[in-house]
């Protein structure tokens, strides 16, 4: 303080010998404290202050945020010129008080003191602010009034605004009738233009801007660019700007800006590799990256560039903790996510909103939802960002019931949720599908008028989808005054859920013609819609428009190819894309394989490819946990089954539904009854699937009593009972022979349970009465059934024939079986051993004759049993 108090001192007194003039004294006060000591020994000396010093004090002031001390100067001013206007109303504008500014600027007007060109420049930044679009509009015309509208500031100004305010209509315009433009109003109208959803536009004049006008671009110009290059995923033109900035010198943000441009554009390699050459790298950098490689899934490799930062001494900065936070949670590491937490109490960034909404999240995502829970009430002061954050944070988590609890709890605090709250709870009404709440929230968001927001209407529209209510989501979509490549994945995705593949192709060629170009979450989308399809002809042009656009190596978009290959049957080509060297495989890789797998029947392949996964240190998920089971009880593998059963425990995995349901189907089928209804005993939570595991488990083993025993508790505990429930306890009925009770079940389907029989009911209905030989009453109920007898049933009355010796209906459902399963022998078996039965050898020969020559032959049985690790 005391070397602070000589050095103003030194100023006063070479101010007095005229060494320095008065506003260069000024000029030179490095703070708040130096400044005011040297305007009170100004005031005390009793110099005058003229215009240009009083305006110098007001601008310093405000760059202080002393926007009194300014205002207090500009009052004392008798009849200030409009330089000393113009100064007050910058200051407003510089500490965002844009109402001020606006108010004083029409007070002005009223002291019949004339705007000049700064003023209207300053004036256009407060309406621009506080996007005040009618004040806009008026300002405009006055300054047309004045003839100023091709004065550079001022159209710069004007372009700006309106960009800003989405009218780029208006924008080029102004733009268009300046008659001389330089560098900083091309920028204005690049990065409007690049801001809305024409980037070809902005990506054409900056073409223009150097092959027509001759402006070189400096590096704000290529800053508003590399916005329209990520929404066009155009690689071309990011390599064009690269080797621009490579042949000249660049400050380091045109290099960040070229790394988050490669990132978005699906390329992260390319991305590192600058971010390696680049000399003098920033927090910025180091940043931009970990958000590069986050976004394209690699999240191993932000927890390496983490690890760097901390062995080269480099301040973490929020973006990189945000980023290494979201790789911890994506691949669940605990551990590390704990490390990154304590670095950032270490840096004291942990009480940030950001930082602490990304270790709310990765808390939530590694299941301690009770230390995530804390650290929401533990933030000091919480504002509306803070409750959306929180939010979004369990809503992404997957905990979309304690997201909307805390939306509860938030309105009881802000009766005005913003649009970034919305954005974050519409998605929990959607995984719940609680539709009537996410009606009550659309209505807010018009009320609010944000349902025209892109995130919000996308959200909404992501939501009607998602809840199978396309009549609403269509509606909004058309409404929407921008759409974005984003919006349509919501359509598409949402119709690709439901197994509508039409609609999901025919907007993924909507957008197309619409002249977007599709992203990975548009392939992402689009790719299940072909595997539902079977049409691997399809998806291998949809591989090939991948490979064009970059895509390829994108975590998701590879995993989604894969699905697609293995569910089209095409399984070599999906082991190719699963074991190629430069694929940065994730759990969601191992799982899809997995699934491939099972779904072409090579169970036992399968499950080495679950074993492959544990070797090569991958952590077996729900899902892949799930996958596996149906293989254990295809094979029978009691034993393996008891060790994934053993996983699951120390896992955690018990609480999920998904699980216990799958198990309690696995220890069935491995013969186990008594442990499945152990598994059904011990679950907390059941739904109808569990019920109805239990049930398809006690008729399997012929339990009919167990297995109605099961379906009145059912009842009784008001569970709701669907089609498999009811074909699940008549096939019961059908193993114990319980015809009464089976008879009883069925006639109740449409009055009592309100659910129409499919021919699966039927089938188990002629197998339960051709079992007790009461043919007359299958032919009557074969007259009723409102649709075609399918192999099904024809295959229930050929057993039930063959059971009685009925060789007459035998031959009658063989006559169907023939046109409906060309290419099953069973069925001519069945019928010869029949006529054998009955010593009508000739028509047995003559059965067996004729199923040679259709090219059938019998399928030798086996059967196998598991001993000591052997089959």
Same mark, same amino acid.
């Given at each position: 303080m005391k070397l602070r108090c000589c050095s103003i001192l030194v100023l006063v007194r070479r101010f007095h010998c005229q060494e320095l003039p008065k506003n260069t004294l000024l000029s030179s006060c490095k703070d708040l404290s130096s400044l005011l000591q040297l305007h009170a020994h100004l005031i005390t000396s009793g110099f005058t202050f003229n215009t240009s010093t009083t305006t110098l004090l007001i601008n310093l002031y405000s760059s202080f945020q002393k926007c009194s001390f300014s205002r207090s100067l500009f009052d004392s001013s008798p009849n200030p010129p409009v330089i000393l206007w113009n100064s007050m109303i910058r200051t407003y504008v510089r500490v965002n008080q844009h109402e001020e500014a606006l108010k004083l600027?029409?007070?002005?007007?009223?002291?019949?003191?004339?705007?000049?060109?700064?003023?209207?420049?300053?004036?256009?930044?407060?309406?621009?602010?506080?996007?005040?679009?009618?004040?806009?509009?008026?300002?405009?015309?006055?300054?047309?009034?004045?003839?100023? !509208?091709?004065?550079?500031?001022?159209?710069?100004?004007?372009?700006?605004?309106?960009?800003?305010?989405?009218?780029?209509?208006?924008?080029r315009m102004v733009f268009d009738q300046m008659p001389d433009k330089d560098i900083v109003a091309w920028n204005a109208m690049i990065s409007g233009l690049a801001q809305c959803a024409e980037p070809v536009k902005a990506v054409d004049l900056f073409k223009d801007m150097q092959f027509i006008f001759r402006i070189n671009p400096n590096s704000v110009t290529l800053l508003n660019l590399l916005p329209a290059v990520c929404k066009l995923m155009d690689m071309r033109a990011c390599r064009c700007i690269h080797a621009y900035v490579y042949r000249r010198v660049f400050p380091v943000s045109v290099h960040n800006a070229l790394i988050d441009t490669y990132s978005k554009c699906n390329h992260p390699n390319v991305a590192h590799r600058i971010f390696l050459e680049l000399t003098g790298k920033d927090d910025v950098s180091w940043g931009t990256m970990m958000a590069g490689f986050a976004y394209n899934g690699n999240f191993h490799e932000v927890l390496e560039m983490f690890d760097s930062i901390k062995r080269t001494g480099f301040k973490m900065s929020k973006v990189s903790a945000v980023s290494a936070l979201l790789g911890a949670g994506e691949i669940g590491d605990l551990r590390r996510g704990k490390e990154i937490h304590e670095y950032a109490i270490q840096e004291m960034i942990d009480s940030d909103i950001?930082?602490?909404?990304?270790?709310?999240?990765?808390?939530?995502?590694?299941?301690?939802?009770?230390?995530?829970?804390?650290?929401?009430?533990?933030?000091?002061?919480?504002?509306?960002?803070?409750?959306?954050?929180?939010?979004?944070?369990?809503?992404?988590?997957?905990?979309?019931?304690?997201?909307?609890?805390?939306?509860?709890?938030?309105?009881?605090?802000?009766?005005?949720?913003?649009?970034?709250?919305?954005?974050s709870v519409i998605p929990a009404c959607a995984e719940l599908r609680a539709v009537r709440l996410g009606k009550s929230v659309h209505c807010h968001a018009v009320k609010a008028s944000i349902d025209s927001d892109i995130s919000t209407?996308?959200?909404?529209?992501?939501?009607?989808?998602?809840?199978?209510?396309?009549?609403?989501?269509?509606?909004?979509?058309?409404?929407?005054?921008?759409?974005?490549?984003?919006?349509?994945?919501?359509?598409?995705?949402?119709?690709?859920?439901?197994?509508?593949?039409?609609?999901?192709?025919?907007?993924?060629?909507?957008?197309?013609?619409?002249?977007?170009?599709?992203?990975?979450?548009?392939?992402?989308?689009?790719?299940?819609?072909?595997?539902?399809?079977?049409?691997?002809?399809?998806?291998?042009?949809?591989?090939?428009?991948?490979?064009?656009?970059?895509?390829?190596?994108?975590?998701?978009?590879?995993?989604?190819?894969?699905?697609?290959?293995?569910?089209?049957?095409?399984?070599?080509?999906?082991?190719?894309?699963?074991?190629?060297?430069?694929?940065?495989?994730? !759990?969601?890789?191992?799982?899809?394989?997995?699934?491939?797998?099972?779904?072409?029947?090579?169970?036992?392949?399968a499950l080495s490819a679950f074993h492959s996964m544990k070797f090569e240190s991958f952590r077996p998920n729900v899902v892949t946990i799930v996958s596996i089971l149906p293989a254990v009880s295809h094979l029978t593998y009691l034993r393996e089954g008891m060790t994934i059963h053993s996983y699951i425990i120390k896992s955690g995995f018990r609480s999920h539904k998904l699980v216990g349901n799958s198990?309690?189907?696995?220890?069935?089928?491995?013969?186990?009854?008594?442990?499945?209804?152990?598994?059904?005993?011990?679950?907390?939570?059941?739904?109808?699937?569990?019920?109805?595991?239990?049930?398809?488990?006690?008729?399997?083993?012929?339990?009919?009593?167990?297995?109605?025993?099961?379906?009145?508790?059912?009842?009784?505990?008001?569970?709701?009972?669907?089609?498999?429930?009811?074909?699940?306890?008549?096939?019961?009925?059908?193993?114990?022979?319980?015809?009464?009770?089976?008879?009883?079940?069925?006639?109740?389907?449409?009055?009592?349970?309100?659910?129409?029989?499919?021919?699966?009911?039927?089938?188990?209905?002629?197998?339960?009465?051709?079992?007790?030989?009461?043919?007359?009453?299958?032919?009557?109920?074969?007259?009723?059934?409102?649709?075609?007898?399918?192999?099904?049933?024809?295959?229930?009355?050929?057993?039930?024939?063959?059971?009685?010796?009925?060789?007459?209906?035998?031959?009658?459902?063989?006559?169907?079986?023939?046109?409906?399963?060309?290419?099953?022998?069973?069925?001519?078996?069945?019928?010869?051993?029949?006529?054998?039965?009955?010593?009508?050898?000739?028509?047995?020969?003559?059965?067996?004759?004729?199923?040679?020559?259709?090219?059938?032959?019998?399928?030798?049985?086996?059967?196998?049993?598991?001993?000591?690790?052997?089959?």
């Open positions: 600027y029409v007070s002005m007007l009223e002291k019949s003191i004339q705007p000049d060109k700064y003023t209207f420049t300053f004036v256009l930044k407060a309406c621009t602010a506080m996007s005040d679009f009618k004040r806009s509009i008026l300002i405009h015309e006055e300054v047309v009034r004045r003839n100023l !509208e091709s004065d550079v500031f001022i159209g710069t100004g004007l372009i700006d605004m309106y960009s800003k305010m989405g009218d780029f209509e208006s924008a950001m930082v602490a909404t990304s270790l709310m999240t990765m808390y939530a995502k590694c299941g301690l939802l009770d230390k995530a829970r804390d650290l929401f009430w533990g933030i000091k002061g919480r504002d509306l960002v803070a409750w959306s954050a929180a939010i979004a944070a369990f809503s992404q988590s997957g905990y979309p019931q304690e997201a909307l609890s805390l939306f509860r709890d938030m309105q009881n605090e802000y009766s005005q949720p913003n649009n970034v709250t919305l954005v209407g996308t959200a909404l529209v992501s939501m009607y989808a998602k809840c199978n209510l396309f009549s609403f989501a269509l509606h909004l979509f058309n409404k929407m005054p921008l759409v974005e490549v984003v919006t349509w994945n919501a359509l598409i995705n949402g119709y690709a859920q439901i197994g509508d593949c039409y609609n999901a192709l025919k907007m993924f060629s909507r957008l197309r013609l619409a002249g977007l170009h599709p992203d990975p979450g548009t392939m992402v989308g689009v790719l299940p819609a072909c595997a539902l399809l079977g049409d691997v002809r399809l998806g291998t042009c949809l591989h090939c428009q991948i490979i064009r656009y970059g895509f390829e190596s994108d975590c998701h978009v590879k995993n989604a190819l894969i699905d697609l290959y293995a569910k089209c049957g095409s399984l070599s080509l999906a082991e190719f894309l699963f074991n190629k060297n430069d694929f940065s495989k994730d !759990e969601v890789s191992w799982n899809t394989m997995i699934a491939g797998y099972m779904h072409n029947g090579l169970a036992k392949i198990l309690i189907d696995m220890y069935a089928k491995c013969g186990q009854l008594d442990l499945s209804e152990r598994i059904f005993e011990e679950m907390k939570n059941t739904d109808t699937v569990s019920w109805n595991a239990l049930l398809t488990a006690c008729s399997m083993h012929g339990e009919g009593d167990r297995a109605l025993s099961v379906f009145s508790l059912m009842e009784n505990r008001d569970i709701e009972v669907d089609a498999i429930s009811l074909l699940s306890v008549l096939s019961a009925c059908r193993h114990a022979g319980l015809v009464e009770e089976g008879r009883k079940i069925f006639h109740c389907m449409r009055g009592k349970y309100h659910i129409e029989p499919d021919v699966e009911h039927y089938a188990c209905m002629v197998d339960l009465l051709g079992r007790a030989g009461l043919f007359n009453e299958i032919m009557d109920l074969l007259k009723t059934m409102p649709m075609e007898p399918d192999g099904g049933v024809w295959g229930a009355l050929l057993d039930a024939s063959r059971m009685h010796s009925n060789i007459e209906l035998a031959e009658v459902a063989l006559k169907h079986l023939v046109k409906l399963e060309q290419g099953n022998p069973a069925h001519y078996v069945v019928l010869s051993s029949l006529y054998s039965q009955s010593g009508r050898w000739n028509d047995a020969g003559h059965t067996r004759v004729k199923m040679n020559q259709t090219g059938l032959r019998k399928t030798p049985g086996c059967s196998w049993v598991e001993v000591k690790k052997g089959i």
